[in-house]
């Protein structure tokens, strides 16, 4: 399957190196390049018109003057975009979780190497491959899936891998995010926003003040989730859900390391909820 796609930036020596790495990719056909979002939108107007192909793919500047790769890209879902998607290339950090909620497929941080790109671009065909084999567009697949998320944390954007996360706990307005190794993030924003930007299934919420990392359940007693020493309760209202993603779950048990802790064998659980 081949993509057409756009490449956006003001910065003329940015669009040669993209211009490059899509002539270097297999399963990439140029479409145009803009050195702004709005000769951008006019590309996108005159797209499937005629003889000229619809755009599957935007690798689109965030930072840029009178319309900004994010409020573009805004513009275009109020537009109805179809079916293209974008790809985000900035060399600012900070624009990634903006990036993130108006539904990017990836975001690139200058300077973009080919390594990079290609991972993206992959990621993108593996996406419309998907998409056009009949597979819900809006369902997150395994080609889709995010594997880390951004937030923002003593005045930066932190970036948070999604495998690294236990649970996330809801401190009034902030939340805490507890990794595996012991560290956790504070940032501020509600237990139910963050909630949004993660995978649906694997992360699930089982207080009014926790979600907690499906994968990284182990082992469950007198009604509590074990992490170490810490215990989550899981409250009557989300005991259901909970209940039914553990049975349908397959966990694998660490081996004992001789710390005298019970380990679960497969699929089991300490002491039923």
Same mark, same amino acid.
């Given at each position: %399957?081949?993509?057409?796609? !756009?490449?956006?930036?003001?910065?003329?020596?940015?669009?040669?190196?993209?211009?490059?790495?899509? #002539?270097?990719?297999?399963?990439?056909?140029?479409? #145009?390049?803009?050195?702004?979002?709005?000769?951008?939108?006019?590309?996108?107007?005159?797209?499937?018109?005629?003889? =000229?192909?619809?755009?599957? !793919?935007?690798?689109?500047?965030?930072?840029?003057?009178?319309?900004? #790769?994010?409020?573009?890209? =805004? @513009? @275009?879902?109020?537009?109805?975009?179809?079916?293209?998607?974008?790809?985000?290339?900035?060399?600012?950090?900070?624009?990634?979780?903006?990036?993130?909620?108006? /539904?990017?497929?990836?975001?690139? !941080?200058?300077?973009?190497?080919?390594?990079?790109?290609?991972?993206?671009? %992959?990621?993108? $065909?593996?996406?419309?491959?998907?998409?056009?084999?009949?597979? +819900?567009?809006?369902?997150?697949?395994?080609?889709?899936?995010?594997?880390?998320?951004?937030? =923002?944390?003593?005045?930066?954007?932190?970036?948070?891998?999604?495998?690294?996360? @236990?649970?996330?706990?809801?401190?009034?307005?902030?939340?805490?995010?507890?990794?595996?190794?012991?560290?956790?993030? %504070?940032?501020?924003?509600?237990?139910?926003?963050?909630?949004?930007?993660?995978?649906?299934?694997?992360?699930?919420?089982? $207080?009014?003040?926790?979600?907690? $990392?499906?994968?990284?359940?182990?082992?469950?007693?007198?009604?509590?989730?074990?992490?170490?020493?810490?215990?989550? +309760?899981?409250?009557?209202?989300?005991?259901?859900?909970?209940?039914?993603? !553990?049975?349908?779950?397959?966990?694998?048990?660490?081996?004992?390391?001789?710390?005298?802790? /019970?380990?679960?064998?497969? #699929?089991?659980?300490?002491?039923?909820?």
């Amino acid at each position: %399957m081949m993509l057409n796609c !756009l490449i956006v930036d003001d910065e003329p020596l940015a669009l040669d190196l993209l211009e490059n790495y899509v #002539g270097r990719t297999p399963f990439l056909q140029l479409a #145009g390049r803009a050195g702004s979002a709005v000769e951008a939108l006019q590309c996108m107007e005159q797209a499937g018109k005629g003889t =000229r192909e619809e755009i599957d !793919l935007l690798f689109l500047d965030i930072q840029m003057p009178q319309l900004n #790769g994010i409020e573009f890209s =805004r @513009l @275009l879902a109020e537009r109805g975009g179809g079916r293209t998607k974008v790809i985000f290339t900035t060399a600012f950090g900070e624009y990634a979780l903006e990036g993130f909620r108006v /539904d990017a497929l990836d975001y690139l !941080l200058k300077p973009v190497s080919y390594t990079e790109f290609l991972r993206a671009a %992959m990621k993108a $065909h593996d996406w419309f491959r998907k998409t056009s084999a009949g597979e +819900p567009a809006g369902a997150e697949s395994g080609a889709e899936r995010r594997d880390s998320i951004w937030v =923002r944390a003593d005045y930066r954007q932190v970036r948070v891998k999604l495998e690294d996360i @236990l649970y996330i706990e809801g401190v009034k307005d902030y939340v805490r995010i507890c990794l595996a190794d012991g560290t956790s993030v %504070m940032t501020q924003m509600s237990l139910k926003s963050i909630g949004e930007q993660l995978p649906k299934g694997e992360f699930v919420r089982v $207080h009014r003040s926790y979600i907690v $990392h499906m994968q990284a359940v182990r082992a469950i007693e007198r009604g509590r989730i074990v992490f170490g020493k810490v215990r989550i +309760p899981v409250s009557d209202s989300y005991r259901d859900e909970f209940m039914q993603l !553990l049975a349908q779950r397959a966990f694998i048990a660490p081996k004992a390391g001789g710390t005298g802790e /019970d380990v679960p064998a497969k #699929g089991e659980i300490k002491t039923p909820l």
